[in-house]
């Protein structure tokens, strides 16, 4: 679940495939995602980039809170070409769980999809006692 803040201050939330990866640019350990262009928590996040996101399993869970960086077409960042956002975005997804058996397809998909990598950088982690 990614929690993110509206114009008005009220909380949009949805179920998103997340998973944990090193950032591309520092290493650091991020929460990661795939955004469709055009998704109303693209905007939020441009608007206040602070988001949560939320995992469980069973009876376990815990929270990340922190600070999103959005990279995709609609979002540039200086050092991510369009070859290291097509690798971006695999890893993403590949992080999150994801397989694919046809990866040209997949790239064709999120090209025309406009499809962004949101990476949460953690600013405070809890979980239930274990």
């Known amino acids: 679940m990614l ?56 009876w376990q869970w815990v929270t990340v809170e922190g600070t999103a960086e959005i990279i995709g077409p609609d979002d540039p960042s200086p050092d991510t070409d369009a070859e290291k956002l097509r690798q971006l975005l695999r890893a993403v997804f590949q992080a999150a769980g994801g397989t694919h058996d046809d990866w040209d397809t997949y790239d064709r998909v999120m090209r025309e999809e406009r499809r962004a990598a949101v990476l949460i950088s953690p600013v405070r982690v809890y979980s239930n006692p274990s």
């Open 3 to 58: 929690s993110t803040l509206r114009r008005d201050g009220s909380i949009q939330s949805s179920v998103v495939n997340a998973g944990v990866m090193a950032h591309p640019g520092t290493g650091e350990p991020v929460v990661a995602l795939v955004a469709i262009g055009g998704a109303r928590k693209l905007a939020h996040l441009r608007q206040d980039p602070r988001a949560t996101v939320v995992a469980r399993a069973g």
